[in-house]
């Protein structure tokens, strides 16, 4: 694979000790493939289960210190509930399940962008900063509203089935 620009993961991995190239080679010029020193990769986390464990820690940090992850989660679980209820197909099960799982990953990703922005600019305002954030707020925005469509989809027909059996016992 050659490169035209270097990559952000190239100009990351510069910051890696590894061997360099003897030939010398000018901007224009394409790059040959560049392997990755990933030594450094697993110092941090010496298993699986530290992984797995920092990965909790993030979930439980999300949960814990922001509000619209835990009001996504909950509303995430009824949602799971009621088709499960309402006695949804499996795959609509999933459907409902795999979209919750984005909405939940973007607010994580938006906790992330938070954090960093927050950790770079400190108390001081940049407009730049105020960008990102907005960013990742509209990210989970789209995602929750794409989730309402699909819930709305898959749950209001049944439920809407359910009420009006019910109303015509009464």
Partial sequence: MTLDRPSISSQIAQFLP???????????????ALKYNRELS???ASSLATSFRYAWGGLS??????R??????????????????????????SVIG???????????????????VDLTVGQSYHELAKIAKD?????VLVSAMAAIIVGTAL??????AVVQIAIARQ
């Fill in 18 to 32: 590894m061997p360099q190239d003897s030939s010398s080679q000018t901007v224009h010029e394409p790059k040959k």
């Fill in 42 to 44: 697993w110092k941090i």
């Fill in 61 to 66: 940090y999300a949960f814990e210190t922001q």
């Fill in 68 to 93: 619209n992850f835990r009001i996504h989660t909950v509303i995430g679980t009824l949602a799971i509930g009621l088709g499960l209820f309402l006695q949804l197909k499996p795959v609509e099960i």
């Fill in 98 to 116: 795999v979209t919750i799982g984005i909405v939940l990953a973007m607010e994580l990703l938006n906790t992330a962008i938070e954090s960093v």
């Fill in 135 to 139: 960013c990742g707020a509209g990210a």
């Fill in 155 to 160: 749950l209001l027909p049944p439920l809407w």
